[in-house]
Structure formats: structure tokens, C-alpha cells
Nanobody, 123 residues
Framework: VQLQASGGGLVQAGDSLRLSCAASGRTFGSYAMAWFRQAPGKEREFSAAIGRSGTSTYYGGAVKGRYTISRDNAKNMVYLQMNSLKPDDTAVYYC?????????????????WGQGTLVTVSS
């Protein structure tokens, strides 16, 4: 599985941004997907995850209510809609695939990672 994240950029506080992650390789609809983020000097942090069919979604406390994860299995894409962005949301955002039977909230669970896309939120 290869993952390619895109959509990052420089925005102002309060703005919205949508990240995209394109997946290639074996059947996209057979595994869960997630977004993590990592700010400078901090550990990688769970943002959101979505089940194989897209009906189950989970969010980290810092983004719940502001971010929405979705997927389009026909296009092999997963998205992260980010609203009401804050300076604390500044980070490199990574998409990840296939946690297997492990916790969806832990970065170490995921087998495949994209290269990351930088989101910078100015105040």
C-alpha cells in the first residue's frame, strides 16, 4: 500500500482546510484509515480514524467537533475536513492505513504511512 497525502498549507485561525490521501495497492476498502499529526518537538498524535465502509469514525479529543474524516472507496481516497482551525493545529499531518486488529488510536498499530503534509495555522 502506498499513501500520498496532500492539501496542506498556510491558513489563518478560523479557516478551513481539507486534506486528501490517495491510496494505491491492494484493495482499499479492506482496511481502516486514519490521520495523525505531529507538531515540532511533540509525539505523533491521533486525529481521526474511519472504518472500512466509512460508517464508523473516531476522533481525538483535540479535534472532535471540528474535524471530519471521510473516505471514498471507489476513488481510493480518504479526506480530513478541518474547520475552525487554531494555531495549535499546526503540524505535519500523516495518513495511515491498516491497523490490523490493534488499537486505531495508536500510531504503532498502522502498517502503512504517507509522507505527511504540513498545515500551518497563523494567529
Amino acid at each position: 500500500v502506498q499513501l500520498q497525502a496532500s492539501g496542506g498549507g498556510l491558513v489563518q485561525a478560523g479557516d478551513s482546510l481539507r486534506l486528501s490521501c490517495a491510496a494505491s495497492g491492494r484493495t482499499f476498502g479492506s482496511y481502516a484509515m486514519a490521520w495523525f499529526r505531529q507538531a515540532p518537538g511533540k509525539e505523533r498524535e491521533f486525529s481521526a480514524a474511519i472504518g472500512r465502509s466509512g460508517t464508523s469514525t473516531y476522533y481525538g479529543g483535540a479535534v472532535k467537533g471540528r474535524y471530519t474524516i471521510s473516505r471514498d472507496n471507489a476513488k481510493n481516497m480518504v479526506y480530513l475536513q478541518m474547520n475552525s482551525l487554531k494555531p495549535d493545529d499546526t503540524a505535519v499531518y500523516y495518513c495511515a492505513a491498516d491497523p490490523g486488529g490493534n488499537s486505531w488510536y495508536r500510531a504503532h498499530s498502522y502498517k502503512y504511512w504517507g509522507q505527511g503534509t504540513l498545515v500551518t495555522v497563523s494567529s
